[in-house]
């Protein structure tokens, strides 16, 4: 990719200090972009993050705020546009993952999931869109996941969160394309991240003898798929759900 593809854009990712979050930050702000690390705990992580953008000659920020909270949210767009400039670029990528079969699924886990993985891409999206729609450009990509697309019987809140992402990301791509703002969502597989650091070895191995690609993802796999969308590369893709998964979604 061209190193300047994304040159003076301001971008928000958020849950942008680890894992494809990371990936993505680092991705975009390769591209020349200005990144908004947002971060709901692990200030640490996020401020790592701007460190290596910064070394590297970008610029970019870390802001704190739970995406889950309509108020924080709002803080978290001025925060960034007092700092950086409005936001052309979001990323939803924030997101919380409980698997546990349907008789540990909880009200509590059901209404944390939705809050974080559907409400707060919401949230982003129209404390943001106003703007975009004033200055005839955005670029959204929301993160949602193969469990939106497959069933998923240890992780049905989940599942259903993500389901919900993509038919948010199809309305929304046909309701703002009239102001060239383009709305589109990655599905990722399973992705080598921390998320799945309490998984055993012996359900990794399974997970991966069951890929066709016989492989967990990377994060930086999943970052070029999402940098795609946002720049112009993609100047003819909206409401779509790029599936990134090593053949998984192709299995029965």
């Not at 591209?31 to 460190?51: P, Q, T």
């Not at 999943?222 to 759900?241: D, K, Y």
Request: glycine share 8%; aromatic share 6%; proline share 4%.
């Amino acid at each position: 990719m061209n190193n300047t593809q994304l040159t003076d854009r301001v971008a928000l990712v958020t849950g942008g200090s680890r894992g494809i979050g990371r990936a993505i930050s680092l991705k975009i702000a390769s591209l020349g972009a200005k990144v908004a690390v947002n971060y709901h705990s692990n200030g640490s992580a996020a401020h790592e993050v701007v460190r290596h953008i910064e070394n590297d000659g970008g610029v970019a920020i870390a802001v704190q705020a739970d995406v889950a909270n309509e108020e924080e949210v709002q803080r978290l767009v001025a925060e960034v546009e007092s700092q950086l400039g409005p936001v052309d670029l979001l990323v939803n990528n924030a997101g919380i993952f409980y698997p546990v079969p349907h008789d540990q699924t909880t009200a509590e886990i059901w209404k944390r999931e939705q809050a974080v993985n559907l409400d707060g891409p919401f949230y982003t999206t129209w404390a943001v869109k106003e703007g975009m729609i004033e200055r005839n450009f955005g670029r959204i990509v929301n993160v949602a996941s193969i469990a939106g697309l497959r069933a998923r019987p240890r992780c049905i809140s989940y599942s259903t969160t993500k389901a919900g992402l993509i038919g948010f990301t199809r309305s929304c791509a046909e309701a703002f394309a009239p102001h060239n703002i383009r709305v589109n969502a990655v599905a990722p597989g399973l992705v080598d991240t921390d998320i799945i650091d309490d998984v055993s070895e012996e359900a990794k191995q399974a997970l991966i003898d069951s890929t066709p690609i016989s492989r967990f993802g990377k994060p930086e796999e999943i970052a070029e798929v999402v940098a795609f969308l946002l720049t112009e590369q993609s100047s003819f893709v909206t409401g779509q759900t790029y599936v990134a998964d090593g053949g998984r979604v192709t299995l029965p």
